[in-house]
């Protein structure tokens, strides 16, 4: 999912739309009680969840949600403005939501609950094929379209562990990645390229980092930076860039050129949201999985503590390289 708790912001298919909703549930002070299904937004799209809890504060009623079908990791308080009734008419946005994205994650409201949260056309095996295309290094044909952050649960493919790397991961982190979505979609804005440092230089700087921490070179850990790196040069045209990004990639990336070499933290920590899909279809031993994943864990403290450095607060306001009209 995009974010975390007290992070995410509402949206809907563009800025306006998002102001809209937002300006009608202040005004009409929407209510939802406790075990009352709703539709929650979370980054662009609507998903089925649950009232969990509720409490005012200040004036201002907030909820506590499960997404329905989703990991409780995910589970967070949110402001009126992120719910929607379960109504047909918002099912029907839900699914325009969906459709305008291209997001395959989304599991729609009122469907039957047989239905995989992975899947809306393709069930969990399909995407578990598309995911082994990716890892040999095919290029998957569905892009990440406008949901970066969002992680389904495989309640029976995928191992418990698989989930320590999203249960984890640093909650300003979480905020980056939501800011992220904001400038590129709806704001308009694109990373400046060639970034500084790029990922390669990220990664570089991590190995050193250990050395002088460990006072040795550990061959697990350049080999687990030279696997990320590897990952990440696959995965950023395949299914790491929005919509608006992709004219900038064909203008930047010509040749032998690797995107490692020219893309930088925003991108990088696209991929760590992405890596549970991708270990899930890696055969490795519990024991090796977790070890990997504890070190994949310490790179993520590695740009959270290095964050101000790594990453861009603001992004390039010249979107002449973003792929489409308004509101795409």
Known sequence: MGGSSNTTTTTSGGAGGKDKDRDRAKGSSVSFTEGEKVLAYHGPLLYEAKVQKTENREDEWRYFVHYLGWNKNWDEWVASDRLLKLTEENVRKQLELKNQSGDKTVRTGGRSAQHNPKGSNADAKGDKEDTKGLVKGKKRKNQLGVEVAMIPKHEKERRSSESLLMSQFPVTLKKQL??????????????????????????????????????????????????????????????????????????????????????????????????????????????????????????????QKNQVHFFLSAYDGDSKGADGAKGK
């Open 178 to 303: 939501v800011d992220d979505w904001e400038f590129v979609t709806q704001l308009g804005k694109l990373v400046k390229l060639p970034r500084s440092p790029t990922v390669d230089d990220i990664l570089t700087k991590y190995l050193e980092y250990r050395v002088k921490k460990d006072n040795k070179i550990s061959d697990s850990c350049a080999e687990v930076t030279k696997g990320l790196r590897c990952y990440f040069d696959k995965a950023l045209p395949a299914m790491l860039l929005y919509k608006k990004e992709q004219k900038q990639y064909k203008e930047e990336i010509k040749g032998d050129v690797s995107p490692s070499t020219v893309y930088g933290a925003e991108h990088l920590l696209r991929l760590f949201v992405k890596l549970p899909e991708l270990l899930s279809s890696v055969n490795m031993e519990e024991d090796a999985l977790n070890k990997l994943q504890q070190k994949l864990l310490d790179i993520l403290k590695f740009l």
